[in-house]
């Protein structure tokens, strides 16, 4: 069983940043990928980025390409979402997620590859 801590969350103005950590329980931390996904009120929960189990390769939603990048020490079971620019539409609860295919080659975007998640952070940005 994996537990998924994230942290990171709060209210920021527009153009502003944040950097979501996302502290992981286990040994086999550096087996998964990790992806962050995020809700709206009254949206359903999206993708936002994945990464590799080794930080090789990531993915990013359309929305956040340029913006938003993720990261992970696997050295301290954490991976990070730093974010770049936040508009209001980037207000939302945001979980990160774990992936536990033993080293997938490719990180993931869909949301049923991934079996363990977090509890959320929200996420307010102020226009």
């Known amino acids: 069983q994996v537990q998924l801590v994230e942290s990171g969350g709060g209210l920021v103005q527009a153009g502003g940043s944040l950097r979501l950590s996302c502290a992981a329980s286990?040994?086999?931390?550096?087996?998964?990928?990790m992806g962050w996904f995020r809700q709206a009120p009254g949206k359903e929960r999206e993708f936002v980025a994945a990464?590799?189990?080794?930080?090789?390769?990531?993915q990013y939603a359309d929305s956040v390409k340029g913006r938003f990048t993720i990261s992970r020490v696997n050295a301290k079971n954490t991976a990070y979402l730093q974010m770049n620019s936040l508009n209001a539409e980037d207000t939302a609860v945001y979980y990160c997620?774990?992936?536990?295919?033993?080293?997938?080659?490719?990180?993931?975007?869909?949301?049923?590859?991934?079996?363990?998640w977090g509890q959320g952070t929200q996420v307010t940005v102020s226009s």
């Open positions: 997620a774990a992936d536990p295919r033993f080293r997938p080659s490719n990180p993931s975007r869909y949301e049923d590859e991934y079996r363990y």
């Open positions: 286990g040994r086999a931390f550096s087996t998964y990928a």
């Open positions: 990464i590799r189990w080794d930080g090789g390769s990531t």
